[in-house]
């Protein structure tokens, strides 16, 4: 059974940092994409970042580019998201994702390309 466990998550004061790590269980996804995503009070869950299989390209939603950074280590079968910066709006419940399609390079920003789904983590940021 496949399993995507985040962790990091948590209560950071503006301008602040944190590190969120996805640790995958179940099978390997070497050759797969993953992604975060995220989902504030009240919204639809939107994308945040995606990295290819290859490790070699990354995406990320516009809210985030310059203070976000995917990451993954396939040895350890995980994926992270370093946020700097923080800001209040990036307040929200973080999920990670990842593509059951190996070498697929399409679709980074959807959720339909993703087929296993973390539980999600919270994380908080305060002004």
């Known amino acids: 059974q496949v399993r995507l466990v985040e962790s990091g998550g948590g209560l950071v004061e503006a301008g602040g940092s944190l590190r969120l790590s996805c640790a995958i269980s179940g099978r390997t996804f070497t050759n797969n994409a993953m992604g975060w995503f995220r989902q504030a009070p009240g919204k639809e869950r939107d994308f945040v970042a995606a990295i290819s299989w290859s490790g070699s390209t990354t995406y990320y939603a516009d809210s985030v580019k310059g203070r976000f950074t995917i990451s993954r280590d396939n040895a350890k079968n995980t994926v992270y998201l370093q946020m700097n910066s923080l800001k209040p709006e990036d307040t929200a419940v973080y999920y990670c994702?990842?593509?059951?399609?190996?070498?697929?390079?399409?679709?980074?920003?959807?959720?339909?390309?993703?087929?296993?789904w973390g539980q999600g983590t919270q994380v908080t940021v305060s002004s």
């Open positions: 994702a990842a593509d059951g399609q190996s070498y697929s390079n399409t679709n980074y920003r959807y959720e339909r390309k993703y087929d296993y």
